[in-house]
């Protein structure tokens, strides 16, 4: 956990860079900081590991105060990252990485084991060729990949990064955070991330720091941030889209009808119809015998056919459906796309477990993110 209690940076002629910030980070937990230039962002990131000592304040790591620790013990407890990512051009990637293991002096077969293992989890593979390339032999976003696996490489318990992932170009970049998001899940590490991109801090982190002029305006979770800004500077910083962002950060999962009425492929036309009739539905989705969805029916197109058909022979396929761990965003942007507009959701093997509907967006969004007048 980490704990900054009332902290404050004042330099030499009086700047005031962080002033009174007050902030709890609970172990495994994602912080981002975030906020326009110049706010106190990578200030308050530094002082944590005592690049840049406090003018007041206290922080705490694991309930120990970090001006009471040795600098160095304490480094070493912290993996580091920034955006330069400050690889060593004479060193190869195996000694980049290991640049921590070696100076705490692990034997050369445990911090060899642990740079394939970590070259491995960022997905540079085989780690025997990427090992021995030098830097300059790399992409940007492979570079990018080794600052990440170094600052992992004597597993520290805290990572720092500065905009690790700022120097990159947009595909390179959100791919690097998927990656990111799939270690963190692995890893569990307690995280201090600093960011101007709030799109990249809504993807990523489990708690968002917003900073103005040195002081800590909102804190909380992404979602609390866009639902309930707390004055005119959060709502203009998340943007007037922040209810489209908030869907970014919702899954199908939390909010599908997982029982809506359905109908087999075996049913007849005439049984269909009725049954909409009853259910006051517009379209019915098909699911077979196993429980894969197999497409939908809707009232219009059945009204004209001979009733004694099956469903199975006059469904419209889908051609996309949602999986349950989709962002709500890219669910929308489906519907959008159907003529049929309610999705289809199913799970990793393909069995139907529900729809999302227009109807119950709009019931999400006036439940969660619309502000009284």
């Given amino acids: 956990m980490i704990k900054l209690d009332n902290v404050s940076k004042v330099y030499a002629g009086g700047t005031e860079a962080v002033k009174e910030v007050t902030l709890e980070i609970p172990k495994g937990e994602l912080c981002i900081l975030v906020g326009p230039s110049g706010c106190g962002k990578t200030t308050t990131l530094r002082m944590i590991n005592r690049l ?58 445990k911090w060899r084991s642990r740079v394939n293992e970590l070259l491995e989890l960022v997905g540079l593979t085989p780690p025997e060729e990427f090992g021995k390339r030098y830097p300059s032999e790399l992409s940007g976003g492979q570079r990018q990949r080794v600052g990440v696996a170094r600052c992992l490489g004597a597993d520290p318990p805290v990572l720092l990064m500065d905009e690790p992932f700022g120097a990159i170009d947009p595909i390179t970049r959100e791919r690097l955070q998927d990656e990111f998001l799939r270690i963190q899940e692995e890893i569990q590490k307690t995280i201090v991330f600093v960011t101007h991109d709030l799109q990249e801090g809504l993807k990523l982190g489990d708690r968002i720091a917003l900073m103005r002029d040195g002081y800590l305006i909102q804190e909380g979770k992404p979602a609390e941030l866009l639902a309930k800004p707390k004055d005119d500077f959060v709502r203009n910083f998340v943007g007037t889209d922040r209810t489209l962002k908030a869907l970014t950060l919702v899954r199908l999962r939390e909010v599908l009808d997982d029982s809506p009425p359905t109908i087999e492929p075996e049913v007849t036309v005439s049984q269909a119809l009725q049954k909409m009739e009853d259910q006051n539905v517009r379209f019915l989705p098909v699911v077979n015998g196993d429980g894969t969805f197999a497409g939908w029916v809707n009232r219009g197109g059945l009204r004209n056919l001979d009733g004694d058909k099956q469903v199975g022979e006059v469904l419209v396929r889908a051609r996309k459906v949602g999986r349950r761990d989709m962002p709500v965003n890219e669910a929308l942007s489906l519907m959008l796309e159907s003529a049929i507009g ?32």
Avoid at 63 to 79: A, F, K, S, V
Avoid at 352 to 365: A, C, H, K, Q, S
Wanted: aromatic share 10%; hydrophobic share 40%; proline share 4%.
């Fill in 52 to 109: 840049i000592s406090l003018s007041s304040g206290k922080i705490f790591l694991n309930e120990r105060d970090i001006n009471q620790m040795d600098p160095n013990e304490l480094r070493r407890g912290i993996g580091y990252a920034i955006q330069e990512i400050g690889l060593f051009p004479h060193m190869t990637v195996e000694y980049n990485v290991a640049a921590v293991p070696r100076l705490l002096g692990w034997p050369r077969e």
């Fill in 342 to 373: 309610n999705l289809a959701v199913v799970d990793r093997h393909d069995k139907f477990v529900g729809v999302l509907t227009f109807r119950r967006l709009y019931d999400i969004v006036q439940e969660h993110y619309l502000e009284e007048e």
